[in-house]
């Protein structure tokens, strides 16, 4: 929630700040309460994904 809240402030580097540190917990051996790393995984690739759009926006509409 804290990234999409950065990204839509436009705070783009407080949001690559928290994927890094995101990054950084997933990295580690995972305890027996992340179940699902597969959907954890997804997820950080989608928050890649969107804060990659939001500093290439020229990119994204010419592709449409």
Known sequence: MAFHQACDHGELEVASELLRILETVIARPAP???RD???VVESLVA???RLWELRHPELRHAAD
């Open 47 to 49: 928050a890649h994904h």
């Open 37 to 39: 790393r597969r959907q």
């Open 32 to 34: 027996h309460v992340m």
